[in-house]
């Protein structure tokens, strides 16, 4: 009797089982995720290794936005499944796990056969993908001091700078598909030139137009180095007259509108082939609209990442005089990093550099802010308990002054070159510009090595004493 009713036990467990399985193909060969999901849950609890079970409950995850159990479940599912790679491509690239990203879109593509037409989409999903890992090396430390989420269609009122850098208006467009665009148009601040996007077959590209006695020249194309068969917008040229910042979500951006920079080459009357400006300011989103004021010493910059449709985030950020990278062997540390989820707060008004903070204390009295490591930080020079350091502090401080001096002395070049007129006298200014720019290139790395060397003075004197 007793055998029987283990019989009848397991034929009635069976039978639910196999229900459970037919109930569950159903619900996900019909798209109902949800509830497909519940009981591919309740199948996983009885035969957790199945790769089946384990991929269509990823797969449910996928589509519902749960990105954490769907990495974890493709992983289980196993090889059997080649559109699992296809799918956990896109979830390590949304994660930021980009290298790991190019390698499960390579399985996938190696499943498909050359004529097959998804083949193209996903070479240039690797290319962006390899993009981004080489960017990921190479994280800047950015001092934020305010974001606010705000509308798209008026993002640029946001943008807090005054006329001397020129006046920026935005005004939508309707592209192939009820697309809607954004048209930027950037004037100078002297009102002789505007550098404006606009569609020509269905995509945006970049124009300029010079100011003539009662007209304006035809647009012409800025450069075949920034217009491409992408799309480019957003442009705002800097005070120097040479700097452009733009957006492209051409094939060396990371995913849609990237940040790029060039300077143009009065000598060879061409444009830099553009960089990405890299992360944090660009990610798998869109990323646009750069401006800085070199003067005031304050930036902004847009992007839709992590935001609902038709918001976009504003970030107010302190432009670093030398581009300083994130190192450390915290992976996660750098992704939060890269995605701008962790950062440094500051008020727009400070400068965290202690060096060039430095240069504005008129004796040693005052307050600084030195990071000697991870748990002290020097507010005050008599703080410093070796005589070493502080020989090397002064050195730093003079150093610093002289830096300054430099920076101002480019900053007043580049706002002479911007209102000046005469192309002759442009041309004659140019150079000088670029030969400022390589010596205080050159300073700040002097500045960035002699910061360490008191650091360096003051910490071996600190573990000689303990």
Known sequence: MKSKLI?????????????????GETYFNTKQYSKARLVYEELLKKKPNDGLFNYRYARCCYELKDAANAIIHFEKAGTKFPLRDAYLGDLYFDSYRFEECVLAYQRYI?????EDGKLADYQLKVKKAENASRLFEHIEDVSISDSVVVNKDEFLKYYKFNNELGTLTQEPILLKGRHKADKIKYMTQRKDR????????????????????????????????????????????LADGVTVYFASDGPNSIGGYDLFITRYNPSTDTYLAPENVGMPFNSPFNDYMMVI?????IGWFAT??????????????????????????????????????????????????????ANKLQDSEKKIEFVINDSIVYTNVNQFKSDEAVKLWNELYKFSGDLNSKVKELSDLRAKYA????????????????ELEKQNMEMKKQLTLKTIEVRNAEIKFLLQKK
């Open 110 to 114: 190696a499943t498909l056969k050359p």
């Open 7 to 23: 019989v009848v036990f397991l034929f009635v467990t069976a039978s639910l089982f196999c229900q459970g399985i037919s109930q």
């Open 304 to 357: 839709d990442r992590y935001q609902p449709a038709g918001k976009v985030m504003i970030y107010t950020f302190i432009p670093s005089r030398e581009k300083t990278i994130i190192h450390s062997e915290d992976k996660e540390y750098l992704r939060q990093a890269a995605q701008l989820k962790t950062y440094r707060k500051v008020t727009a008004a400070t400068f965290e550099n202690a060096p060039l903070q």
């Open 194 to 237: 505007v550098f404006f996007s606009d569609s020509i077959k269905g995509r945006m590209n970049i124009y300029t137009s010079y100011k003539l006695l009662d007209s304006w020249s035809e647009p012409t194309s800025i450069s075949d180095m920034i217009n491409t068969q992408a799309n480019e917008n957003y442009p705002f040229l």
């Open 293 to 297: 004021d070199e003067q005031r010493q």
């Open 419 to 434: 209102r000046t007129g005469d192309e002759l006298e442009r041309a004659a200014i140019a150079p000088n510009i670029i």
